[in-house]
């Protein structure tokens, strides 16, 4: 298990930190791409033998699952922890989309879960839209590949990415994969699902993996469960790269601890939040298990902010005056209800942290494992349902660890935004990366605990109506991102402000704002009261919308355009202007 890591962190981070002063190697094939490459420092060469990589991008995983898993302690005992690490906007497809381009979403156009057609506008998001707007061609898998990686996926990819119902046609593969093995949404429910086998010419065949009869013994359905079903195909991904001497990437996106979206379950014993077997009450563990820690340890009491009162949240006009709350859903999460919600989910992800280490016990010492997730995830906090969406720091707070060659153990304060994964990967590759990418390579703070690559990130968000049957979150949030508006938000270590568009009507804007000061909070940060208001806050309220009108100046940038250094430092201090 990465035996030889901590022997060689001396000599690999000296390695990593000389090379990080050479000149990025631009791919000769990528002419469309070389203006602007050579734009930082941070792009290194690399040693001869190019690094693996290892990405594990969980789903809907919440920082207060984190303490269950022992795949999370070893590697923060021994890698490298992010402990401001957030995600552009905390819905599963535009986060996914600004993980594979390293861009926002007003670069991407992917502004929501689903299509959203018909509309005037196209596409608003989903893999249509993704795909609509040119991102597959800017992925970093498409230059990993052309650098000579070896690349796989396996799990979930983007939503929309489905079998054609009707007739069974399956959506085209994506470029820049060399092993492609998408599991389609069916898997949300645990059983009874498909996904694509690579098959010949760079083409793909459906396989499904049928649900066994309610009869059949837990362990026969566990083998049948999505999550060993993708534990298996990454674990038959790796086998095969001991005998292959080129570089890889593998990308495993498994669909834990993401909650069930079909009415009609395969097993009537089925929760919300479905579980392996083995980890439910009543196998192994009379009250299922739940990891590090006891399942019956897991209460709202680790939920921060659960109860608290909608009111001191409600937002204010920029003059001050008080603004409509917006978060006004007739229901609320009860106690119970999260609690058990919580538990469930701790159990789901007891079967990611099994592949996790099994991962981390078949890579060998010349290979990076990240693990991460798409969004957070909240259960009842601040009046809220289940679901995401918000700018809080239930929904957009991700875990991020890594461990890997040259990677120095312990935690890291630079604020980190999954933008910034695709001019990772390109740097550990040996690439410089396009103009258009707006995130930061972290390389540097693998082999330096102490370096800083951003002081701020920014979220964005669009309000986006979900439809019966279109939207996979809507089941089990009971409407509540309908709620949610548009905003803009920044976050710096120590506060956030939004600014949220009450208008939901697409060209126009009625801004009120929400100040959150996290300073003098132990533990969990949580959203206590706006003070936006609050005349001791004013130097604060002042230097974070300095930050916002910053943005507004490069939110008009899309796909391949270049970024223009004024906008690439935005999230470093000092504040422009």
């Not at 066994?212 to 060993?228: L, V």
């Not at 990454?234 to 834990?256: G, Q, T, W």
């Not at 069930?260 to 379950?265: A, I, L, N, S, T």
């Not at 920014?458 to 279109?470: C, D, I, K, N, V």
């Amino acid at each position: 298990m990465h035996r030889a890591w901590i022997a060689a962190v001396a000599v690999v981070t000296t390695a990593l930190l000389a090379a990080a002063c050479g000149a990025p190697v631009v791919d000769a094939r990528e002419a469309p791409e070389r203006q602007g490459v050579a734009r930082s420092a941070v792009h290194q060469a690399v040693p001869p033998r190019r690094p693996n990589i290892v990405f594990v991008l969980m789903d809907d995983f919440s920082m207060d699952l984190l303490g269950t898993m022992r795949s999370a302690r070893y590697m923060t005992r021994h890698g490298a922890s992010y402990d401001n690490a957030f995600v552009v906007d905390s819905l599963c497809c535009v986060s996914r989309s600004a993980t594979f381009t390293g861009q926002y979403p007003h670069q991407t156009g992917v502004l929501t879960n689903t299509s959203n057609l018909p509309n005037r506008q196209g596409p608003m998001g989903g893999w249509r839209g993704f795909a609509r707007y040119g991102n597959q061609a800017r992925t970093f898998a498409v230059r990993l590949q052309r650098a000579g990686y070896l690349t796989g996926y396996v799990g979930k990819y983007l939503n929309g990415y489905e079998v054609n119902a009707r007739d069974q046609a399956l959506p085209p593969t994506p470029p820049g994969w060399s092993d492609f093995r998408a599991i389609f949404g069916t898997a949300y429910d645990g059983w009874d699902f498909q996904g694509l086998r690579p098959a010949p010419k760079g083409t793909s065949v459906l396989r499904s993996w049928p649900a066994p009869p309610a009869t059949a013994s837990r362990k026969k359905k566990d083998h049948a469960y999505a999550g060993t079903v993708i534990g298996h195909l990454a674990m038959r991904f790796l086998r095969a790269r001991r005998s292959d001497a080129r570089p890889y990437f593998l990308e495993v996106a498994p669909y834990a601890p993401h909650g069930r979206v079909d009415g009609r379950p395969s097993y009537a014993d089925e929760s919300l939040f479905p579980p392996a077997y083995r980890d439910q009450p009543g196998g192994t563990h009379r009250h299922g298990d739940c990891g590090l820690v006891a399942c019956r340890r897991l209460t709202t009491k680790g939920l921060p902010g659960f109860g608290d009162r909608r009111a001191d949240n409600r937002p204010d006009f920029r003059d001050g005056r008080r603004a409509p709350q917006w978060n006004k859903h007739p229901l609320a999460l009860t106690r119970s209800q999260a609690q058990t919600n919580l538990r469930d989910r701790a159990r789901m992800a007891q079967s990611v942290d099994r592949m996790v280490m099994r991962i981390l016990r078949m890579v060998d010492e010349n290979t990076y494992v990240v693990l991460t997730s798409d969004n957070g995830f909240h259960l009842g906090q601040l009046g809220l349902l289940r679901g995401k969406g918000t700018a809080y720091d239930t929904d957009t707070h991700v875990p991020v660890l890594v461990v890997g060659p040259g990677v120095v153990p312990g935690a890291r304060d630079t604020m980190v935004s999954n933008i910034d994964w695709a001019p990772t990967f390109e740097a550990l590759a040996g690439l410089g990366s396009p103009a258009y990418r707006s995130g930061t390579s972290l390389v540097p703070t693998f082999g330096d605990p102490s370096a800083q690559v951003a002081d701020y990130v920014y979220f964005e968000h669009t309000f986006s109506r979900s439809r019966p049957g279109a939207d996979p979150d809507r089941p089990f949030t009971g409407g509540g991102l309908n709620v949610i508006p548009s905003y803009v938000a920044v976050r710096s270590r120590t506060a956030l402000l939004v600014r949220n568009d009450l208008d939901p009507r697409w060209g126009h804007h009625r801004y009120a704002y929400e100040l959150y000061d996290y300073t003098g909070q132990r533990g969990r940060a949580w959203e206590r009261a706006n003070v936006y208001d609050d005349p001791a806050h004013a130097g604060v309220v002042t230097t974070l919308l300095s930050k916002l009108d910053q943005w507004d100046m490069c939110a008009g940038l899309r796909g391949a355009d270049p970024v223009p250094e004024s906008c690439r430092t935005l999230t470093v201090e000092p504040p422009l202007g």
